[in-house]
């Protein structure tokens, strides 16, 4: 039985200044929009901080339309 794989791909934004935290929606959304035969079937949203620095991380993970798998 060959089933297919969840997903075929993985896509990670990740920002520490905060501009760049406040505009990594727009990335994301640019980014997909630049690749339409990804389809996000997972993500996982993870946050650091240290003292001075707060980073966000979002992992997307996708397949590609018309994968065989």
């Not at 935290?21 to 959304?29: L, N, V």
């Not at 630049?34 to 980073?55: A, G, K, N, Y």
Request: glycine share 6%; with cysteine.
């Amino acid at each position: 039985m060959n089933a297919k794989p969840a997903f075929t791909g993985v896509k990670v934004f990740s920002a520490t200044k905060a501009k760049d935290r406040e505009e990594m929606g727009e990335a994301i959304t640019r980014w997909l929009n630049e690749h339409p035969r990804m389809r996000p079937v997972d993500h996982v949203v993870s946050q650091s901080s240290d003292r001075e620095f707060h980073c966000l991380t979002i992992t997307l993970f996708y397949r590609e339309e018309g994968d065989a798998g």
